[in-house]
């Protein structure tokens, strides 16, 4: 591989917009993306493959490099360096590039990847934190798992198309895809691919979500009519699926604490021929208290420390901070006191995270069924999907049922 400057200048910057600014990894991917015009595909793919790869294995590469954050520009240099020897690729005469001890680079990549945390590329205290929580066996699986880069996954709109159809229109744009054994509405891609540019995408034929993602609307035991509550709804891709397993029929009602979210799934409905969902900014206490005992069903798609989806933002490794975790777990247990009580009785509720700790999950859901609040239901199933044994995301999911 011939290395281009124009390039790699681009992957410097946003390698330091992400490591010194605390820019989100995809924001930084997606402005590197519009620096060029006349960049092809392949140029495209070599920017954001090559800042999403330093971004997952930066404390491996920087420990190699021998470089502490936040990193000056030539700090940036040696990182990239790194990379390319442990890539094979032959570094450039740019004098940004110092002479590169090839290697001692490569006998300390061997030596460091006897060490998980550095192999692994993770933080001191996330490690500490899932040994204590998973174990020392399950937790070395799972973080090798979760440095794996994640599969684009599409979830078909079965109100527009079926898998079959879909499966096909994809395949007149030269887009080849698998089903996935377990998941209804799953199409995997064989090969990366803009699929956001596709007509199909532009027919609202699917929507881009992980397998594990999709296993959580369907969880929660829909029927057409219903009236359901999506309390936590983002920018809508489980209340979409939600939307296409009723059929369109009944009633969706999407709540989040920010309104610009819900703006995203009001776009996203259109696109979708989806007419069943209304949204409600939770403004205060009194949107909830009116839905009180009045739901069939309640997704609480709780906020968490985002571990389970390391892979799709591996930058949230850096980003994530210990009393962040403390305090989640707060929020966490507030929103089930609290959205609970929109179940009417004998509705179900389902609490979901993206997260694989214990504590962030089915602990919260036996505090909960411990309270007062909790004492009106009763636990019927969960579902841990974990990384290493799945091939997808991490994921947990439990339903409760009120009596």
């Known amino acids: ?21 605390e820019v989100y990894a995809d924001k930084a991917v997606e402005k590197a993306l519009k620096r060029d015009k006349r960049w092809g595909a392949r140029d495209r793919k070599f920017v954001a493959e090559t800042i999403y790869e330093i971004v997952r294995w930066k404390r491996l590469y920087a420990e190699i490099a021998n470089v502490k954050t936040p990193f000056a520009r030539p700090d940036l240099w040696r990182i990239f360096a790194v990379w390319c020897v442990l890539k094979g690729i032959k570094l450039p005469d740019w004098n940004q590039i110092e002479p590169t001890p090839n290697r001692r680079i490569k006998g300390r990549f061997d030596e460091l990847s006897k060490i998980r945390k550095f192999r692994e ?36 709109n079965t109100l527009n198309i079926s898998k079959e159809k879909l499966q096909k229109e994809l395949a007149i744009e030269n887009i080849d895809t698998e089903f996935i054994k377990g998941h209804d509405d799953a199409l995997k891609l064989v090969e990366r691919a803009n699929v956001f540019k596709t007509e199909a995408f532009k027919k609202g034929y699917f929507e881009v979500q992980d397998a594990s993602s999709q296993l959580v609307a369907a969880y929660l035991d829909v029927k057409p009519g219903m009236k359901v509550v999506d309390t936590c709804a983002g920018a809508g891709g489980k209340t979409l699926h939600l939307a296409s397993l009723m059929e369109n029929k009944g009633q969706i009602i999407a709540m989040d604490i920010y309104e610009s979210k819900l703006k995203k799934l009001k776009v996203r409905s259109r696109r979708n021929g989806v007419h069943n969902i209304d949204t409600k900014v ?3 206490t009194k949107v909830i208290k009116k839905l009180h005992n009045k739901a069939d069903r309640v997704l609480i ?32 247990q507030e929103v089930l006191q609290q959205y609970s009580k929109m179940v009417k009785p004998g509705g179900k509720l389902v609490y979901a995270t993206c997260s694989i700790l214990p504590s962030e999950n089915q602990e919260q859901v036996n505090t909960f069924l411990a309270s007062e609040a909790g004492s009106e239901f009763s636990f019927v199933k969960d579902n841990k999907v974990l990384a290493h044994l799945s091939g997808f995301d991490g994921f947990y999911m439990a339903l409760l049922e009120k009596k």
């Open 1 to 21: 591989m011939r290395l281009h400057r124009n390039l790699v200048y681009t992957v410097i910057d946003s390698l330091r917009d992400i490591f010194n600014e």
């Open 121 to 156: 590329a993770i933080p001191d205290w996330i490690d500490e934190v899932c040994v204590q929580e998973l174990g020392e066996e399950l937790w070395t699986k799972e973080i090798a798992a979760l440095n794996k880069q994640a599969q684009v996954i599409l979830r078909t």
């Open 282 to 284: 939770i403004d205060s």
């Open 301 to 332: 798609d709780a906020p968490c420390s985002g571990l389970g989806v390391i892979r799709r933002n591996p930058d949230s490794k850096w980003k994530l901070q210990p009393e962040f975790l403390t305090k989640i777990r707060k929020t966490q």
